[in-house]
């Protein structure tokens, strides 16, 4: 079981910066991919970025050159640097993470995904 906590929304004006945090923990053996989803009021979830664990990102297109992921693997840590803010942002950011986790007395070694609680994120006008 890996839990993830995500930190860091909040209430910004239109133009301001946020940067989300997710912190990933309990029997990890490795993480492939992290990642941060969003999801608006009657919208679907929808992908914002991605990154592996050897740093290659991934990014929805209309975010590109706004938002920045990197992750400290140390810390089984993803974060979101997002700039030049717009009220179209707001939404619920969820984080994502895939891997192996190692349990058990014998350690064995299953696959996982999983989501976080999601922390709002109000950008106002």
């Known amino acids: 079981q890996v839990q993830l906590v995500e930190s860091g929304g909040g209430l910004v004006q239109a133009g301001g910066s946020l940067r989300l945090s997710c912190a990933a923990s309990g029997s990890i053996f490795s993480i492939n991919t992290m990642g941060w989803y969003r999801q608006a009021p009657e919208k679907q979830r929808e992908l914002v970025a991605t990154i592996t664990s050897d740093g290659s990102t991934n990014y929805a297109d209309s975010l590109k050159g706004r938002f920045t992921i990197s992750r400290d693997n140390a810390k089984n840590t993803v974060y979101l640097q997002m700039n030049s803010l717009k009220p179209e942002d707001t939404a619920v950011y969820y984080c994502?993470?895939?891997?192996?986790?190692?349990?058990?007395?014998?350690?064995?070694?299953?696959?996982?995904?999983?989501w976080g609680q999601g922390t709002q994120v109000t950008v106002s006008s």
């Open positions: 994502n993470a895939d891997g192996v986790i190692s349990s058990g007395p014998y350690y064995i070694r299953r696959a996982f995904a999983s």
